[in-house]
């Protein structure tokens, strides 16, 4: 009894104190829920999910074929239409394996350097166009079907490969941000002014492997000329890749019967073709 009469009485007494701290706690727990509900609704819809890549741009009349791929498996789908220099038109549907995106993108990021020369650039160059290449199964069916109904000699045939990469448009990848006061020469930081938008940053090397580009479709010099010595090669063609360090450019070489600057290597004449 005497013990419920003092707490009786320490309430009276304490009454004013704890209205004030509840005055002051309720607010702030008041935002509290606020803040957590607001963080709940977030992580719902927030850009912390990353979706599967799915199927762009292809017509209508135009169904993806999955009769060479897995079932199981997730397809990306793309469907381009060009011009060759004479103005003939080309269309077509190809398909990549997510699994093999994903795939070429992990090699790239694990890729091991064994120095930080020009032959490292050149190691580089050769890994990533030796993992991808048998990878791109569904492209080489597309070209194979334009070659088979158009019946293209290997010049127009590697003018047809060409002009479908040279259309898709240039968009500029480097290995940091896509931020224009990261960078010194002229070129990049004004490209990054005036092209809002057409940048792929954080990509180790600064280049998108083959799988990557045909995939999102972003590439600049080097990613293009890279992803030719990949389809050409497969195609038995004679192709280098030819890269400046004083120009930050990167064109390809073919032993082709063209007229042309070209480029002489092991008594074999190489025709430079702009791939951008």
């Not at 060479?68 to 011009?83: E, G, M, Q, Y």
């Amino acid at each position: 009894i005497i013990g419920y009469y003092v707490f009786l009485a320490l309430m009276f007494y304490l009454a004013p104190i704890f209205r004030w701290i509840f005055k002051i706690i309720w607010p702030l727990l008041l935002v509290l829920f606020l803040v957590s509900l607001f963080k709940l609704f977030i992580s719902s819809v927030g850009s912390s999910y990353v979706p599967i890549p799915t199927s762009i741009d292809y017509p209508e009349e135009t169904k993806p074929s999955t009769e060479t791929l897995p079932i199981k498996d997730s397809v990306i789908t793309r469907f381009r239409k060009w011009k060759d220099y004479q103005g003939k038109k080309y269309q077509g549907t190809y398909q990549i394996r997510l699994r093999d995106y994903n795939q070429a993108k992990a090699f790239k990021n694990n890729l091991n350097l064994y120095s930080k020369s020009k032959a490292s650039s050149d190691h580089i160059i050769s890994k990533l166009k030796d993992n991808d290449k048998p990878k791109l199964l569904g492209l080489y069916k597309m070209f194979d079907s334009i070659q088979k109904a158009n019946k293209l000699n290997q010049k127009q045939f590697a003018e047809m490969v060409v002009t479908f990469v040279q259309d898709i448009p240039y968009a500029i990848v480097l290995s940091d941000g896509c931020d224009p006061s990261l960078y010194n020469d002229r070129f990049t930081r004004n490209f990054l002014l005036n092209n809002k938008g057409s940048c792929d940053g954080y990509q180790r090397f600064g280049i998108n492997t083959p799988i990557e580009f045909m995939t999102h479709l972003k590439g600049d010099c080097d990613t293009r000329t890279l992803l030719l010595y990949t389809i050409l090669s497969h195609y038995n063609y004679d192709v280098v890749v030819m890269s400046s360090e004083f120009y930050g450019h990167s064109i390809l070489g073919i032993n082709l019967p063209y007229n042309g600057l070209s480029y002489n290597y092991n008594n074999q004449k190489y025709i430079l073709w702009e791939t951008t």
